[in-house]
């Protein structure tokens, strides 16, 4: 059973930075795939970024150009740095990792985008 704690979240002014992070209980480079999903009140989950076990990122329209998603193995850390912050990137940040077939998520941590 892996899990995983995310931390960073916050409340920042528009056009401000955060930096999430992911401390897993178990080798992230083990992992197939690392990735930071969020869910805004009133919608669905959806994909941030992802990463391989390789180090290769993977950006979807809400973070490319604004958001970095890196790890750091020797920490078993995985991290999201948000820059130019925007209301709409107000919800909670989950962390999610597959490894083995099963996939796990954290519990979350609010990030709140002022205007």
């Known amino acids: 059973q892996v899990q995983l704690v995310e931390s960073g979240g916050g409340l920042v002014q528009a056009g401000g930075s955060l930096r999430l992070a992911c401390a897993a209980s178990e080798s992230i480079f083990s992992m197939n795939t690392m990735a930071w999903y969020r869910q805004a009140p009133g919608k669905q989950r959806e994909l941030v970024a992802s990463i391989t076990s390789g180090g290769t990122p993977k950006y979807w329209d809400s973070a490319r150009g604004r958001f970095t998603i890196s790890s750091d193995n020797a920490k078993n850390t995985l991290y999201l740095e948000m820059n130019s912050l925007k209301p709409e990137d107000t919800a909670v940040y989950y962390c999610?990792?597959?490894?083995?077939?099963?996939?796990?998520w954290g519990q979350g941590t609010q990030v709140t985008v002022s205007s």
């Open positions: 999610n990792a597959w490894l083995r077939g099963n996939t796990y």
